[in-house]
């Protein structure tokens, strides 16, 4: 007769797996709530403490750390040494061990947990005979997901000894034990960034395919969930979200994240095409998209605010990939729901999105870093010219702040107070990006108003220079530039007004 240790925490599936192991001629050992979870079943089940001769101790902790389940788990059936010792000490070897852990997670995501409910479910016996499982998986059973009983009842009644079955029970023992303490590093460490960073996330998704076709990929949940997070948005309409789908909506949802006011953000790849506030969402729909309706096409749309009829009959006449907001009307959402493509996502939104530390991988490792949480206002700015900022041109830069902040660097945006007007990203020289951002804007209703926002210092002043010739009247950037000099007697020849924010806003 063979025998299985059942110990859990989540009993999902618990009683009728049990019964299919005695169909199959298993003999149960087991504790706690388990035990009397199978006996109030009418299961035979043995007590740990008949394996053991010992009984539990300090309140619990203490029940299954004993040579009588570790050597009956770890004795390699292939020795004959090891199974004289087995049978010297009258162990009986044990075949299969079927353990879920402790719930910390669960437990530290209560918002009134103290350190002593944390540490109290920090799980030892469980990992331990998961693990000593999971090592001896040649001829012992591992099963840490109640998802894989079914499987696990399938494999027994076939009869084969499957080792690659038995390898990729193993494996997911080891993956969930490594999780396991890596969220209790993290809970439990002061730093933040320790000597040995660990990362560990569950699988949401498989993708069709990655950044490109030729690429796998998966999508993963962090081990501590965020509510503010493109993978907890509800999906009303369209199919799976692909890979540049996530990061292009995880992009449009920080940079909404910016603005409590009513606003629209389109999305390109990962930059803001464009950003308009307005009285109403219309409105504001029709300030983003006037402030590009050229690289809006294909794009990601993010609304805080429901979506109305009318904007949605707007954006129904162009190809959209994504639109997420808080809510749509029920008129709006059979409007758009046309498209049979067209995802359509809601997601409350917050301007209150947590500091947490974010990798980035390189070859033979990865960065880590903060969350770059930093907003200037007003109060903030140094004006270093001897033009003074007006008040529209003080509020305009505040704005545009906020969306140089999310635009790949070089970074330069032209905005007026509630809607960007150009755009220049990711190139290689800041003149470069100052003058396409310039380029974009000049056409546009509202340029005499606008104002340049760049999220670095200028290192020369031919970026000032160009910005005044070309129509712009106020510009923000950080300072500190080995030459801020030239650019302000640059700025003070051409009657520019230059306002040093004092913050760089690098995004590469």
Do not use: C
């Not at 749309?301 to 749509?328: C, G, Q, Y």
């Amino acid at each position: 007769m063979k025998r299985a240790l059942l110990s859990v925490s989540d009993k999902t599936g618990l009683v009728d797996f049990a019964k299919q192991l005695v169909a199959l001629d298993f003999e149960l050992v087991s504790t706690g709530g388990t035990h009397k979870a199978l006996a109030d079943a009418g299961l035979d089940v043995i007590g740990i403490e008949d394996v053991t001769n010992f009984p539990e101790m300090l309140d619990g902790r203490v029940k299954t750390l004993h040579p009588r389940v570790h050597g009956a788990l770890l004795a390699r059936r292939d020795l004959p040494e090891h199974m004289a010792t087995l049978k010297e000490h009258d162990i009986t070897p044990i075949d299969m061990v079927v353990v879920n852990l402790y719930p910390f997670k669960e437990t530290i995501l209560k918002p009134d947990v103290t350190d002593a409910d944390a540490i109290e479910n920090i799980d030892i016996g469980g990992p331990s005979m998961l693990r000593s499982a999971a090592k001896n998986f040649a001829a012992v059973l591992p099963v840490v997901d109640p998802t894989d009983y079914e499987a696990v009842i399938a494999h027994l009644k076939n009869g084969e000894d499957d080792q690659k079955f038995r390898r990729q029970l193993a494996t997911k023992v080891f993956q969930h034990t490594a999780a396991y303490d890596a969220l209790i590093a993290s809970y439990l460490t002061d730093k933040e960034f320790p000597e040995q960073l660990t990362i560990s996330g569950e699988k949401f998704d498989d993708m069709r395919y990655g950044e490109n076709p030729d690429q796998n990929a998966a999508v993963y949940t962090s081990a501590l969930p965020e509510e503010y997070s493109i993978l907890n948005a509800n999906i009303l309409h369209g199919k799976q979200l692909s890979y540049n789908n996530i990061r292009d909506a995880d992009a449009a949802l920080r940079i909404i994240a910016e603005y409590d006011e009513t606003t629209v953000v389109t999305v390109k790849h990962m930059n803001p095409a464009g950003i308009g506030q307005g009285k109403n969402i219309e409105e504001t729909w029709d300030k983003a998209f006037a402030a590009d309706d050229i690289s809006i096409f294909g794009g990601i749309v993010a609304l805080n605010r429901e979506v109305d009829l009318a904007t949605a009959e707007k954006m129904h006449a162009i190809f959209l990939e994504i639109i997420i907001a808080p809510s749509f009307t029920d008129e709006a959402y059979e409007v758009l729901a046309k498209k049979k493509n067209l995802r359509l996502l809601t997601l409350p939104f917050t301007t209150d999105v947590p500091n947490r530390t974010e990798v980035t991988s390189v070859l033979g490792g990865f960065v880590a870093q903060d969350r770059d949480l930093l907003s200037e206002t007003e109060a903030d700015f140094k004006v270093v010219s001897k033009a003074q900022p007006t008040a529209e041109q003080l509020k305009a830069m505040v704005f545009a702040q906020k969306a140089v902040k999310h635009t790949k660097s070089n970074a330069i945006v032209v905005a007026r107070e509630g809607q960007t007007l150009g755009v220049g990203a990711g190139q290689p020289n800041r003149i470069d990006s100052v003058k396409m951002s310039i380029q974009k804007a000049k056409a546009k209703p509202g340029f005499e108003d606008a104002v340049l926002a760049s999220d670095a210092f200028f290192p020369m002043d031919d970026s000032v220079a160009y910005a005044a010739e070309n129509g712009i009247k106020a510009v923000v950037e950080p300072g500190g530039s080995i030459k801020d000099q030239d650019s302000i007697a640059k700025a003070d020849e051409l009657g520019l007004v230059l306002v040093f924010s004092g913050r760089r806003h690098f995004k590469h």
